[in-house]
């Protein structure tokens, strides 16, 4: 039995299949997704059906943009439908899919590897135990019925310094923010959104999250940065995604041996 993670899908299901097929992926293995399943790819419908079927086998956390196709199945948000996703919201299975998506957390750790892993990265202001409680916050409010109000106000990107005394929307919004949108930070954990280039080409006063020293011993697992082509300099923070939907490669790692495989898309 090997456990394996992988990088940002974005509906490049076919890729997956062929590292799937590698490594010999068989019924006692467990695959981690590090978030965006969907959007801009060709395949988010079928990926996020084939992520589904497979149960308790797969462990995922929410991205940006599964959290924004959510909110386009509840008409939540005016902004455009991308025509990646308009087979989704067509789609016969469309419900009993966004349910399951809505049910998925931000943050998953495995204390039997001693790692966690979120969509974007856990900032440098935040401990582990801190960033769990947080997740949970934000996993309880999806599956309620403040649910409506948490995708009405998704969308922002303010406040961008993390404040205990948050409440409500704003709250939701910054904690989201870090899990599902952070790359460039202030020591202080202060987010910067427009810039989505190389860590070389910061903006001034910034840096990447990962730059600054963490209270964080696990080891971290998160995808989002396509710029970043898979590569951190960190030992012990690794980023899986290399782009994939943007015609690079698709990233999967064994956690079992450390081993790295790629895969390049079409």
Not at 143 to 150: E, K, N
Not at 184 to 198: H, S
Request: aromatic letters at 10%; one cysteine or more.
């Amino acid at each position: 039995m090997a456990t394996y993670a992988v990088g940002d899908l974005q509906g490049c299901l076919d890729p997956l299949y062929r590292l799937l097929e590698e490594v010999k992926f068989g019924a006692g293995d467990k695959l981690w997704l590090a978030g965006d399943l969907v959007n801009r790819g060709p395949q988010s419908l079928e990926s996020l059906r084939f992520v589904m079927s497979l149960g308790k086998q797969a462990k995922v956390v929410l991205g940006n943009h599964d959290l924004h196709l959510l909110a386009l199945h509840h008409r939540l948000t005016d902004i455009k439908v991308d025509p990646s996703l308009e087979a989704v919201l067509a789609a016969p299975d469309r419900h009993e899919l966004m349910t399951w998506l809505q049910t998925l957390p931000l943050l998953h750790y495995s204390s039997k590897y001693d790692t966690v892993m979120t969509h974007a990265g856990i900032p440098p202001c935040w401990n582990l135990a801190t960033a769990k409680a947080l997740a949970q916050e934000i996993h309880q409010v999806l599956i309620s019925d403040q649910a409506a109000a948490y995708f009405r106000h998704m969308y922002g990107n303010q406040p961008d310094r993390w404040q205990e005394q948050l409440t409500g929307p704003e709250r939701w919004r910054c904690i989201t923010n870090y899990f599902t949108r952070m790359r460039f930070t202030t020591l202080a954990g202060q987010l910067e959104f427009n810039a989505k280039a190389k860590p070389t080409e910061a903006p001034a006063g910034f840096a990447p999250w990962f730059h600054y020293p963490s209270q964080i011993t696990s080891r971290q697992l998160f995808g989002h940065w396509a710029a970043l082509e898979g590569e951190t300099n960190h030992n012990t923070i690794v980023n899986l995604d290399m782009g994939c939907v943007w015609g690079g490669s698709l990233k999967m790692l064994c956690l079992d041996d450390n081993r790295v495989y790629t895969m390049a898309c079409d």
